[in-house]
């Protein structure tokens, strides 16, 4: 696909992965509709991608609420010429192990890594049909294909997301809409903390840098490779031997199950003790 010229809304614009993607897409000449929270932020990343010119529209919404959603549509709808492609980078991770999430926290991980892509697709479908061409990107995670111990919203919301794009992706065959899911591994982002950085390494996970993360996604959109996308070997091999052979993975996990739910256990413990010295407003 040629993304010269096309308009994208792009979610998570603001964060490390999205910031990535957003100079890749700029770079192959596509206008940005670019989602975060923090207009500060956004605005200067607007500026740097259109170089001083004003191809770009930073916009600071809560995906997490209807009334984010709403004005989002409501933009694209109003753009005199129309979108062209949705790409869902916003997402939130939460390391704790399953007694330990919280109501809040955790309905609002759903509302954005599930509710909000799946309601983005529902409301600007409308609008991308009218396209010659027109895409739809989720970015999941190869957490979504793996229950890791330590994770289990994340998990679960991201293996929702796969399911929303494999069935987007068939409903969408006769339509000139076309649906990737792009899972990456680790990408080293603001996303992990500390915590989870030095568990990662114990634990032998590999990572990538985030330039890199989008310059395979670029890549895959124009080349046309749709469908379902997975960043890394072993992690292609590993997603497999998990579907096939589940009892592996639980044994391989089972061994180092001490370590995980000790860094879990400190992870909630430290974001317990940060919500005591400074509550949310
Ligand atoms: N980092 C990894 O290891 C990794 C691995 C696999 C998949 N992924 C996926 O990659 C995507 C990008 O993650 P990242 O690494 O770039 O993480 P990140 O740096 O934390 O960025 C997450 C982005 O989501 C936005 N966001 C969070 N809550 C939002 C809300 N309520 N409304 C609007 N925007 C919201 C954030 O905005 P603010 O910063 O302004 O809050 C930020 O732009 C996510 O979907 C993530 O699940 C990440």
Same mark, same amino acid.
């Given at each position: !696909? ?9 979610? &998570?614009?603001?964060? %490390?992965? &999205? ?18 929270? %923090?207009?500060? $932020?956004?605005?200067?990343?607007? @500026? ?29 709808? /109003? ?16 390391f704790a192990i399953?007694?330990d ?9 759903? !509302? ?31 957490? &979504? ?5 330590g *994770?289990?919203? *994340? ?23 076309? $649906?990737?899911?792009?899972?990456? @591994?680790?990408? @080293? ?12 390494? #114990? ?24 469908? /379902?996308?997975?960043? %890394? ?6 997603? #497999? ?5 589940? &009892? ?6 089972? #061994?180092?199950?001490?370590?995980i739910k000790?860094a879990a256990r400190?992870e909630s /413990? ?5 919500? $005591?010295? #400074?509550?949310?407003?």
């Amino acid at each position: !696909m040629d993304l010269n010229g096309k308009t994208l809304v792009l979610t &998570g614009a603001n964060g %490390g992965l &999205g910031q990535a993607i957003a100079r890749e897409l700029a770079a192959a000449g596509a206008r940005l509709v670019l989602i975060g929270i %923090g207009q500060v $932020v956004l605005d200067d990343l607007a @500026r740097e991608l259109g170089n001083g010119k004003s191809h770009h529209c930073p916009m600071d919404l809560d995906l997490s609420r209807e009334q984010g959603i709403d004005e989002l549509v409501q933009f694209c709808e /109003e753009l005199p010429n129309g979108i062209d492609g949705l790409i869902n980078s916003a997402g939130l991770n939460r390391f704790a192990i399953a007694e330990d999430h919280d109501y809040q926290a955790t309905s609002r991980l759903f !509302m954005v890594n599930l509710v909000a892509p799946v309601m983005l697709s529902a409301r600007l479908l409308p609008l991308l049909k009218t396209r010659k061409e027109a895409l739809i990107v989720n970015i999941g995670s190869v957490l &979504g294909a793996i229950g890791n111990p330590g *994770y289990s919203a *994340y998990c679960a919301s991201k293996s929702g997301l796969a399911r929303f794009s494999e069935t987007l992706r068939r409903e969408l065959a006769d339509s000139p809409v076309k $649906v990737l899911h792009f899972n990456p @591994r680790v990408v @080293r982002t603001g996303m992990n903390s500390a915590a989870v950085n030095s568990l990662n390494e #114990k634990l032998g996970n590999k990572s990538d840098a985030p330039e890199q993360v989008a310059s395979l996604l670029i890549r895959q959109l124009q080349e046309d490779r749709f469908g /379902e996308y997975c960043v %890394g070997w072993p992690e292609k091999l590993f997603v #497999k031997i998990n579907a096939l052979f589940p &009892g592996l993975v639980d044994r391989n996990f089972s #061994k180092n199950l001490k370590l995980i739910k000790t860094a879990a256990r400190e992870e909630s /413990e430290f974001i317990q003790a940060r919500a $005591v010295e #400074k509550p949310a407003n």
